[in-house]
C-alpha cells in the first residue's frame, strides 16, 4: 500500500514537475517565514495614549486640507509640538526628523513586511545605528514588529528600529475606517548617531510600484524574503556605490518642506 503512494506520488511529480516545483516554494516560504520572521533583532519604544483624543482630533486636522499648500502650513503648525510631546515622555533633548507622509487611506500600503532602511548585501553591519521610525496612530489598528501583532489605539505612538522588519496589519477596528498614521523617518534622538548615519548613508530613487504589486501579492508575495535578506536595496536607481544603506525616496511626491523635514505624498 505504501509503496504504491508513493509510485503514484513519483508519477505525478513525473507528469507535474512544475507544479511540485511551486509547492516546494510555497512550502519553504512558510517555513522560513515561520522560523524568521518572529523575532527582531531591536525592540521598539511603545509610548501607549501619548496624544488625548483632543489631540488627536487637532492633528488630524491637516488631513481635511484640500490644498498641498494648506496641508504644509498645517504640517508645520503641529509638528513643534509632537516633537516636544515625545521628547518630554522620553526625557531626551535631541529629537530630529529628516521625512514625515501622513497616510490616510485604506489601500494595499505597507501590508508586505520591509525595512524602511536598506542595507546593502555585503556591507552591513551585525550592530544597525539607532535610527528610528516614528508612528502617531490616529485610529485604533493593527501593526506587526517582525512576527509580533500589536494592537495599537488611537493616539499611540510607537518608535521602531528602521531596520526591523515591519508592516501593518490586515485589519482595521472600525468598518470602513481609513486607516490614519503619522511616519516620521530618519528619527534621531542623539547628535552624534545622526552624525555617524549620514555619513554612510545616500537616498535613491525607485519606481512607484504600488498598483503592480497589489496584484502581484495576491498570488505570491517574495518581498519578505528580499528585504529580509537585504537584496531589495539593489532595485533603487541612483544611489551612492559608497553607501552601507539606502533609503527610497519618490522626489516628485513632496509636498513641501517644515523646519528641516520633507513631507511626502507617498515614499
Known amino acids: ?14 507528469k507535474h514537475p512544475f507544479i511540485f516545483v511551486i509547492v516546494i516554494i510555497f512550502m519553504s516560504i512558510i517555513l522560513f517565514r515561520l522560523l524568521f520572521i518572529p523575532s527582531v533583532k531591536y525592540k521598539n519604544i511603545y509610548l501607549k495614549k501619548l496624544f488625548n483624543d483632543e489631540e488627536v482630533n487637532s492633528i488630524a486636522e491637516c488631513f481635511d486640507k484640500k490644498m498641498d499648500n494648506d496641508k504644509l502650513r498645517c504640517y508645520k503648525r503641529k509638528q513643534d509640538y509632537i516633537f516636544n510631546k515625545v521628547k518630554g515622555k522620553l526625557g531626551v533633548d535631541y529629537l530630529k526628523a529628516s521625512h514625515a507622509r501622513w497616510s ?10 520591509h525595512r524602511d532602511i536598506k542595507p546593502f548585501l555585503f556591507k552591513f553591519n551585525n550592530d544597525y545605528p539607532n535610527v528610528y521610525t516614528m508612528v502617531i496612530f490616529l485610529n485604533d489598528t493593527e501593526h ?3 512576527g509580533e501583532l500589536l494592537h495599537v489605539k488611537k493616539g499611540d505612538c510607537l518608535l521602531f528600529n528602521s531596520f526591523n522588519l515591519h508592516k501593518r496589519g490586515n485589519d482595521i477596528a472600525k468598518e470602513n475606517e ?3 498614521v503619522l511616519q516620521y ?15 554612510k548613508h545616500s537616498y535613491a530613487g525607485h519606481i512607484d510600484a504600488t498598483n503592480i504589486l497589489k496584484y502581484v501579492n495576491k498570488k505570491v508575495d517574495l518581498r519578505t524574503e528580499l ?6 536595496s539593489y532595485t533603487g536607481v541612483n544611489y551612492s556605490k559608497d553607501s552601507d544603506y539606502v533609503t527610497f525616496i519618490l522626489n516628485d511626491k513632496v509636498i513641501g518642506e517644515a523646519d528641516g523635514v520633507k513631507y511626502y505624498k507617498a515614499l
Not at 490616510?104 to 513586511?113: E, G, I, L, Q
Not at 523617518?185 to 555619513?199: A, G, P, R, T, Y
Open 227 to 232: 528585504e529580509y535578506f537585504n537584496l531589495f
Open 104 to 113: 490616510n487611506s485604506s489601500n494595499n500600503d505597507a501590508r508586505s513586511y
Open 178 to 180: 481609513d486607516r490614519r
Open 144 to 146: 506587526y514588529q517582525g
Open 1 to 14: 500500500m505504501k509503496q504504491s503512494y508513493l509510485k503514484n506520488i513519483n508519477k505525478f511529480i513525473a
Open 185 to 199: 523617518f530618519h528619527v534621531f534622538l542623539n547628535q552624534d548617531e545622526h552624525k555617524k548615519f549620514e555619513k
